[in-house]
Nanobody, 121 residues
Framework: QVQLVESGGGLVQPGGSLRLSCVAS????????MGWYRQAPGKERELVAT???????NFADSVKGRFTISRDDVRKSIYLQMDSLKPEDTAVYYC???????????????WGQGTQVTVSS
């Protein structure tokens, strides 16, 4: 089975920075698109940033210029560098990956458990 393990969440002051990491493990044949989503209290989950296998990135308008997404295919990881954080960035952040598993070559969506990011004075 495949697991996504997240780390890096926490409490930070407005204007500060935080770096989230997500590591995929299991019987992985290939990892296609990967991304970060977030869900604030009382709101629906929204896309934050994605990166495909070729390195092409996509960002939500609300985070453009402040967040950076990257991937390391050797370590089977993705990262979200968050700078100039605002209180409205407060949310649970979820790692997502489209993964083809080895042997059966099934293509499925996987989610991390979520990590809390709180931006507050």
């Amino acid at each position: 089975q495949v697991q996504l393990v997240e780390s890096g969440g926490g409490l930070v002051q407005p204007g500060g920075s935080l770096r989230l990491s997500c590591v995929a493990s299991g019987k992985i044949f290939s990892i296609n698109d990967m991304g970060w989503y977030r869900q604030a209290p009382g709101k629906e989950r929204e896309l934050v940033a994605t990166i495909n296998i070729g390195g092409t990135t996509n960002f939500a308008d609300s985070v453009k210029g402040r967040f950076t997404i990257s991937r390391d295919d050797v370590r089977k990881s993705i990262y979200l560098q968050m700078d100039s954080l605002k209180p409205e960035d407060t949310a649970v952040y979820y790692c997502n990956a489209v993964i083809v598993t080895s042997g059966d070559y099934l293509r499925r969506n996987y989610w991390g458990q979520g990590t809390q990011v709180t931006v507050s004075s």
